[in-house]
Nanobody, 122 residues
Framework: QVQLVESGGGLVQAGGSLRLSCAGSGRTFTTYAMGWFRQAPGKEREFVAAIGLSGDRTYYTDSVKGRFTISRDNAKNTVYLQMSSLKPEDTAVYYC???????????????WGQGTQVTVSS
């Protein structure tokens, strides 16, 4: 079982940057593909980015390509989401998620964090 704890959210002006972190528990972190999702008020949870077991493969939704970067440090059991050139439409609660072995871009993950709020003001 994996427990996930996100941090790093907050309020930022448009054009600014934030780095989200997601710390995972357990000794099997390296066997989990990791994803970031977000959910804005009144909208469904949507895929943002994902990363494979070793970090060599990354996936992004089109709206964040070139602005967001997902990475992981398996020695620290942590996955990151570096967000730059933020826009008001990026405002949402951001969740990290873990799934055994295989990356998917749908919210079919086994474990979820509690979420961290990101608010981008115009």
């Amino acid at each position: 079982q994996v427990q996930l704890v996100e941090s790093g959210g907050g309020l930022v002006q448009a054009g600014g940057s934030l780095r989200l972190s997601c710390a995972g528990s357990g000794r099997t972190f390296t066997t989990y593909a990791m994803g970031w999702f977000r959910q804005a008020p009144g909208k469904e949870r949507e895929f943002v980015a994902a990363i494979g077991l070793s970090g060599d493969r990354t996936y992004y939704t089109d709206s964040v390509k070139g602005r967001f970067t997902i990475s992981r440090d398996n020695a620290k059991n942590t996955v990151y989401l570096q967000m730059s050139s933020l826009k008001p439409e990026d405002t949402a609660v951001y969740y990290c998620a873990a799934r055994r072995f295989v990356v998917v871009t749908e919210p079919r993950y086994d474990y979820w964090g509690q979420g961290t709020q990101v608010t981008v003001s115009s």
